[in-house]
């Protein structure tokens, strides 16, 4: 039983599965069966019995939200991916490229929340944002008469998932 690791519950059908066992309970079937019936622990079924029995059905509805509450809202979310739009220049660095710091101080600018930049990859990946590197130099190029510019050492630059490129 239980569920697998990245697999996301069904709060809904999590809910309905403990009515049903406090519909059989109610009808005297014993712990055991009910747990057979509806495809649970038998100490989960026990845990439902007591509920059951100190506040009624109402102590067998879902809890609510699982976990901790988001530090941003919908909102603030929405207001971060237009600051990333607008580019890192606006927030008044040199050069185009995202950087987890980079972006972490936009979360910082904009929403007054701070954010590890460790962390930020998590909102990136929501917002449909990848991770890209600057394009280097080829390798046959070299030596060619091609100039080669000087290699800088940077951290990887975001794009939008959603933005067309050439």
């Given at each position: 039983m239980g569920f697998p690791a990245g697999v996301g519950r069904d709060f809904?059908?999590?809910?309905?599965?403990?009515?049903?066992?406090?519909?059989?309970?109610?009808?005297?079937?014993?712990?055991?069966?009910?747990?057979?019936?509806?495809g649970a622990h038998r100490q989960s079924v026990s845990k439902w019995a007591a509920e059951l029995q100190a506040k009624g059905r109402a102590g067998l509805k879902k809890a609510g939200r699982a976990g901790r509450k988001p530090r941003l809202s919908v909102?603030?979310?929405?207001?971060?991916?237009?600051?990333?739009?607008?580019?890192?220049?606006?927030?008044?660095?040199?050069?185009?490229?995202?950087?987890?710091?980079?972006?972490a101080h936009?979360?910082?600018?904009?929403?007054?929340?701070?954010?590890?930049?460790?962390?930020?990859?998590?909102i990136l990946r929501r917002l449909g944002w990848s991770c890209q590197r600057p394009a280097g130099q080829a390798l046959e190029a070299r030596g060619k008469g091609v100039?080669?510019?000087p290699r800088e050492v940077s951290k990887p630059s975001l794009h939008s998932a959603s933005s067309k490129r050439p």
């Open positions: 809904e059908a999590l809910e309905r599965r403990r009515m049903r066992a406090g519909s059989l309970l109610a009808k005297g079937l014993s712990q055991s069966e009910v747990a057979r019936r509806v909102e603030q979310i929405n207001q971060i991916e237009r600051g990333l739009k607008r580019g890192p220049q606006a927030l008044g660095y040199e050069t185009s490229l995202w950087t987890a710091n980079r972006v936009l979360i910082e600018q904009e929403c007054r929340v701070s954010y590890h930049p460790g962390h930020v990859w998590k100039p080669v510019a």
